[in-house]
Nanobody, 122 residues
Framework: VQLQASGGGLVQAGGSLRLSCAAS????????MGWFRQAPGKEREFVAA????????SYVDSVKGRFTVSRDNARNTVTLQMNSLKPEDTAVYYC????????????????WGQGTLVTVSS
C-alpha cells in the first residue's frame, strides 16, 4: 500500500481544513487507517483512526468534537475533516495503514504516507 496525503496549508485559528489520503493497491479496504501528527520537537501523536469498513472510529481527546475521520473504500481514500482549528494543531499530519481492523499505537501501522503540513496561526 502506498499512501499520499494532501490538503495541508496555512489557516487562521477557528478555520477548517480537509486532509485527504489516497491509497494505491487492492488491499485498501482490508486495512485500518489512521492519522497521526508530529509537531516540531515533539513525538508523533495519534489523532484518529477508522476501521476497515468505517464502522468504528477513535480520536485523541484533544480533537474530539472538532475532527472527523471518514473513508471511501470505492475510491481508496481516507479523509480528516478538521474544524475549529487551534494553533496547537500545527504539525505535520501523516496517514497510515495497518493490517489490523484499526489501531491507536503507531507501532501497529505498517505503511505511512509522506506527511502534509498544517499550520494554524493565532
Amino acid at each position: 500500500v502506498q499512501l499520499q496525503a494532501s490538503g495541508g496549508g496555512l489557516v487562521q485559528a477557528g478555520g477548517s481544513l480537509r486532509l485527504s489520503c489516497a491509497a494505491s493497491g487492492r488491499t485498501f479496504s482490508s486495512a485500518g487507517m489512521g492519522w497521526f501528527r508530529q509537531a516540531p520537537g515533539k513525538e508523533r501523536e495519534f489523532v484518529a483512526a477508522i476501521s476497515r469498513r468505517g464502522v468504528s472510529t477513535s480520536y485523541v481527546d484533544s480533537v474530539k468534537g472538532r475532527f472527523t475521520v471518514s473513508r471511501d473504500n470505492a475510491r481508496n481514500t481516507v479523509t480528516l475533516q478538521m474544524n475549529s482549528l487551534k494553533p496547537e494543531d500545527t504539525a505535520v499530519y501523516y496517514c497510515a495503514a495497518t493490517r489490523s481492523n484499526y489501531a491507536i499505537s503507531p507501532n501497529e501501522y505498517d505503511y505511512w504516507g509522506q506527511g502534509t503540513l498544517v499550520t494554524v496561526s493565532s
